[in-house]
């Protein structure tokens, strides 16, 4: 029995994801069918691929939107108004109770759905200011999207704040669902592990993006106040920068570049610490998937952290500051004993956030509208 036909507009989708919005799109579509809600997704087309149905699942593979570069709408807007427009063409034939976009780029769509009268909902995964060092016409964007929408869902109370501060939103319009964390999916022997650590030692982890957003530049500054630390970071962005600024400031450093699913939880079991040193962290999926996996966190406030306790599940430094950063990675690993705490209780706190319960409160958001 399908309880409710919702319309959900993301832009990526496994197998094509950047980061923690196609994999946040996937696992809820697949958990609220379960819950008997008809889910029709909408997402450029990628290359040569084809919509497809999946049970209560419905992909609609939009063509003629981007080029093959996943992110090309930056500096090519246009490409978002083409985008809404048709999906508006498909909206009046699969005729859904609910329309449901993902952050700034769903917006327009989301506005010619409100003027075809249909209900709507936005999940704002993130601001345009977390994002840029300067502000850009975005922040505009999802101001008009928050306007638009019936009902706002965000990630965290620290962006329900945001959200209610910078574009004037009633707090009451706001739900707070978090994301939930996956299951490690993967088993890793100890010589695997051991396999790790004889390669880089007694490691410090950062996996993300390097970019403004995720301050990886602090933990290279730390890096010079730690005594002989090795730090290891995964993942693509400006590592030319960071290599350059590693070697001038003598830090033992090594860059992997992007890495595979498999890898970057093995690097997590392997890791001596996992770092996040965002300046700006909406969730935290990987820190989520760090303590998921019994690592021992350091991290500067992130909406995960609301639900963790301070150091009892990880421990917590001032965001840009590396000096803080430096000391409390050094508590850290000169206390292994008090690591393997802080990776147990952590683990036992994200074990809490599945994404059938992120499923469960969104199907709730549909029907109070």
């Known amino acids: 029995m399908i309880e409710i036909k919702v319309a959900m507009i993301g832009w990526e989708y496994p197998p094509h994801i950047v980061g923690g919005l196609g994999k946040h799109c996937f696992n809820l579509a697949n958990e609220l069918t379960k819950l008997g809600v008809e889910v029709d997704f909408f997402s450029p087309q990628f290359f040569d691929e084809s919509s497809y149905d999946d049970g209560n699942f419905h992909m609609h593979k939009i063509p003629g939107v981007i080029n093959g570069r996943l992110y090309s709408h930056y500096s090519m807007n246009e490409n978002v108004s083409s985008y809404a427009e048709k999906i508006a063409n498909e909206l009046n034939l699969i005729r859904p109770d609910v329309v449901h976009g993902h952050d700034w780029i769903s917006v327009d769509a989301l506005k010619r759905a409100k003027e075809l009268g249909y209900k709507t909902v936005l999940t704002l995964h993130s601001l345009d200011f977390m994002r840029s060092e300067m502000p850009t016409k975005v922040s505009s964007i999802e101001r008009e999207g928050c306007n638009i929408a019936d009902k706002i869902i965000t990630v965290s109370n620290y962006m329900k704040e945001q959200i209610s501060r910078r ?36 490691f410090v982890l950062f996996l993300g993006r390097l970019t403004y957003q995720k301050g990886p530049e602090y933990l290279v500054y730390a890096g ?11 993942g693509s962005g400006d590592a030319d920068g960071l290599k350059t600024l590693s070697k001038s400031l003598g830090v033992d450093a090594t860059f992997l570049g992007f890495v595979s699913e498999r890898e970057k939880f093995l690097l997590y079991k ?28 350091v991290s500067a406030h992130a909406g995960i952290t609301e639900l963790l ?20 990675i050094e508590i850290v690993l000169n206390d292994e004993g008090f690591a393997r705490e802080l990776g147990k209780n952590g683990k036992r706190k994200v074990d809490e956030l599945t994404w059938e319960k992120c499923a469960r409160e969104t199907l709730k958001v549909y029907k109070r509208i």
Do not use: M, Q
């Not at 010079?224 to 995964?234: E, M, N, Q, R, S």
């Not at 890791?271 to 019994?294: D, M, N, R, W």
């Open 224 to 234: 010079k106040l730690l005594h002989g630390a090795h730090i290891v970071f995964a």
């Open 167 to 202: 574009y004037g939103v009633d707090e009451k319009k706001i739900s707070v669902i978090y994301n939930g964390i996956e299951n490690v999916l993967y088993h890793f022997s100890e010589s695997e592990i051991e396999s790790v650590r004889e390669k880089f030692g007694k």
């Open 309 to 328: 306790e301070d150091g009892r599940d990880y421990l917590e430094f001032k965001a840009r500051d590396s000096y803080d950063l430096a000391s409390k």
């Open 270 to 297: 392997a890791a001596a610490i996992y770092v996040s040193s965002s300046i700006y962290e909406p969730f935290g999926i990987t820190i989520g998937e760090a303590l998921k996996s019994s690592a021992a966190v």
